[in-house]
């Protein structure tokens, strides 16, 4: 049974910092790694997808990057904004194709001070 | 586009009584999806409809848990009788076919006094 992991639970980290946020699997048989945005109340926002033969994605100030054979993804936020406070969550996806089910962490709360 | 919509937001029930929850996915994706999220936890995928069919329902109770997607569009969730556990957010998402990408709706929080 996939289990995916997010250390630590929250976060918080002056305005302007660079920041990693880890994630961890336990079954490298993946489809894909997701990186979601939620916002209190809110449901998800997909912030990044990289496929299982990807390395990282990009977008903006993000930057995702995935290591299947190790079960480690990481979420590089640059020049963090308090904007950005919300909770990260990373989810995998079964390798069963595009649809599949999706195992999501528990989730990082990160708080960024003005 | 318009995104996932999801009715009520929210819903306070006492135990044992039924509740039902409706997701209108956005135009165009074959794929539903409902997913439980607990407080302080990951969303937990409880059902994944293809159009009509539920290709994936393991991890529904479905002792007092059901639901259907009739006309491949809307879909409903319904728990019958809740219990003081079900307490929760149900999260709505879908998906285009064979596109990873799962947009999610807002949610409905329950409250089961």
């Known amino acids: 049974k996939q289990e995916v992991t997010q250390i630590p639970a929250a976060l918080s980290v002056p305005e302007g910092e660079n920041l990693v946020l880890n994630c961890s699997f336990t079954d490298s048989a993946i489809y894909n790694l997701q990186w979601f945005r939620q916002d209190p109340g809110k449901g998800l926002t997909s912030l990044l997808l990289i496929q299982s033969s990807q390395r990282e994605q990009t977008s903006g100030r993000l930057n995702a990057s995935l290591d299947k054979s190790s079960g480690r993804s990481t979420l590089y936020i640059a020049a963090s904004q308090p904007g950005d406070s919300a909770t990260y969550l990373c989810a995998v996806g079964g390798y069963t194709g595009a649809n599949s089910k999706l195992t999501f962490g528990k989730g990082i709360t990160l708080s960024v001070r003005p | 586009e318009a995104g996932v919509v999801q009715s009520p937001r929210y819903k306070i029930i006492e135990k044992k009584q039924p509740v039902a929850f409706w997701c209108n996915p956005i135009s165009g994706h074959n794929t539903l999806y409902w997913y439980l999220q607990n407080l302080g936890q990951g969303p937990e995928l409880l059902i994944r409809?293809?159009?009509?069919?539920?290709?994936?329902d393991s991890q529904l109770p479905k002792d007092r848990f059901s639901a259907e997607r009739l006309k491949g569009v809307d879909s409903t969730l319904k728990i019958q009788p809740a219990e003081l556990g079900d307490s929760a957010v149900y999260l709505c998402a879908s998906s285009r076919q064979d596109q990873e990408t799962q947009y999610f709706g807002p949610g409905t929080r329950l409250l089961v006094l």
């Open positions: 409809y293809e159009n009509e069919e539920a290709v994936d």
